[in-house]
T-cell receptor, first 110, second 114 residues
């Protein structure tokens, strides 16, 4: 079992839709959770990070962590074509290494 | 915010030659730097972790004699792909860790070995 599981998609939505991206993780010791956005042929950029359970909002983006079910989510409201990218969830282990999900490829159609 | 500069952004080399990729933290001192490899449609695969002034720690299955990592200062790490072969063609990405800002990634290097 992978430590972080993520549906690779691809996911295609119309412009303006609400997008829900999800990951599950296996180790209850994980505490920091991150969402990265990666455009084609570019390095990942940090979108959101959360600590432990709860919600965090930043503009059109909301990150949610449910530690009881080991489930993390990223919601994108009013999605735009410029949101088209691969989204990677991640956490870090005690050694400081990032553990990534497989990444979900999102396409927002105008 | 924290910025990591990675060069070159793309490189084509002949089989058997060596290629060096640089990763610099521009406005912070990176206590730790990471090197990843990414194949198309796949996630990032950690190759090695380097700390300034010490030997890199390689992940299982990564040939340390082929992928030489040097972390000479708190702002510079280099990855040298030695005697490159077509199967080494990939997207290589570095990441620098600064205690406050977390993990910041470079823009990646696309290596093509012909």
């Amino acid at each position: 079992q992978k430590e972080v599981e993520q549906d690779p998609g691809p996911l295609s939505v119309p412009e303006g839709a609400i997008v829900s991206l999800n990951c599950t993780y296996s180790n209850s010791a994980f505490q920091y959770f991150m969402w990265y956005r990666q455009y084609s042929r570019k390095g990942p950029e940090l979108l959101m990070y959360t600590y432990s359970s709860g919600n965090k909002e930043d503009g059109r983006f909301t990150a949610q962590v449910d530690k009881s079910s080991k489930y993390i989510s990223l919601f994108i409201r009013d999605s735009q074509p410029s949101d088209s990218a691969t989204y990677l969830c991640a956490t870090n282990n005690q050694g400081g290494k990032l553990i990534f999900g497989q990444g979900t490829e999102l396409s927002v159609k105008p | 915010g924290a910025v990591v500069s990675q060069h070159p952004s793309w490189v084509i080399c002949k089989s058997g030659t060596s290629v060096k990729i640089e990763c610099r933290s521009l406005d912070f001192q990176a206590t730790t730097m990471f090197w990843y490899r990414q194949f198309p449609k796949q996630s990032l695969m950690l190759m090695a972790t380097s700390n300034e002034g010490s030997k890199a720690t390689y992940e299982q299955g990564v040939e340390k004699d082929k992928f030489l990592i040097n972390h000479a200062s708190l702002t510079l790490s280099t990855l040298t792909v030695t005697s490159a072969h077509p199967e080494d063609s990939s997207f290589y990405i570095c990441s620098a860790r600064e205690d406050r800002s977390g993990y910041t990634f470079g823009s990646g290097t696309r290596l093509t070995v012909v």
